[in-house]
Antibody, heavy 122, light 110 residues
Framework: QVQLVESGGGVVQTGRSLRLSCAAS????????LHWVRQAPGRGLEWVAI????????YYADSVKGRFTISRDNSKNTLYLQMNSLRADDTAEYYC???????????????WGQGTLVTVSS | QSALTQPASVSGSPGQSITISCTGT?????????VSWYQQHPGKAPKLMIY???NRPSGVSNRFSGSKSGNTASLTISGLQAEDEADYYC??????????FGTGTKVTVL
């Protein structure tokens, strides 16, 4: 069965960096686009970034553009989110998610991890 | 990119049908058929209920259906059940090669 397991969250000071990982199993990793989505405590969902199945295309929300970098290692079945210059409003549960349809996808997140909490404080 | 607009709350009695709206612009909902809907129970990860406007993933009840007209997408839940009580979010692809979620709707089963 499809499994996505995030790790790397924790408490970090304002301005510092953190790298999240998402280990995938149960499907052909290199065939699917992957997303990062976050949710601040008590708030709604916010889309963060997407990477194409082959890693050649990456797109970001304006709120993280220039600070966050999405990447993937298809040989390790792992998705990453490098987060730099962290701010208090980056505090959230971060979810990785797999597109519903392989290759060029459907723009929807058919499978989600359980999330990892990032807390940015001064 | 501004969040898509959803009603804050919708309620209904068991067995009834309810509809949740999701209003965007011609640059997102109205311009693409990449609208999806998610259900989220407290403390849980979201679950995909509808993708590409009206497609149900395998395993999702046929009580859930999606549609779109102009810049507004809709999720209808028929035969409302207690387990449907949750938060629901719409999402759309945008002309900025990004995605945007809706503001979220709390569904209450009376």
């Amino acid at each position: 069965q499809v499994q996505l397991v995030e790790s790397g969250g924790g408490v970090v000071q304002t301005g510092r960096s953190l790298r999240l990982s998402c280990a995938a199993s149960g499907f052909t990793f290199s065939s699917y686009a992957l997303h990062w989505v976050r949710q601040a405590p008590g708030r709604g969902l916010e889309w963060v970034a997407i990477i194409s199945y082959d890693g050649n295309n990456k797109y970001y929300a304006d709120s993280v553009k220039g600070r966050f970098t999405i990447s993937r290692d298809n040989s390790k079945n792992t998705l990453y989110l490098q987060m730099n210059s962290l701010r208090a409003d980056d505090t959230a549960e971060y979810y990785c998610a797999r597109d519903t349809i392989n290759y060029y996808g459907s723009g929807s997140c058919g499978y989600w991890g359980q999330g990892t909490l990032v807390t940015v404080s001064s | 990119q501004s969040a898509l607009t959803q009603p804050a709350s919708v309620s209904g009695s068991p067995g009834q049908s309810i509809t949740i709206s999701c209003t965007g612009t011609s640059s997102d909902v109205g311009g693409y058929n990449y609208v999806s809907w998610y259900q989220q129970h407290p403390g849980k990860a979201p679950k995909l209920m509808i993708y590409a406007v009206s497609n149900r993933p395998s395993g999702v009840s046929n009580r859930f259906s999606g549609s779109k007209s102009g810049n507004t997408a809709s999720l209808t839940i028929s035969g409302l059940q207690a387990e449907d009580e949750a938060d629901y979010y719409c999402s759309s692809y945008t002309s900025s090669t990004s995605y945007v979620f809706g503001t979220g709707t709390k569904v209450t089963v009376l």
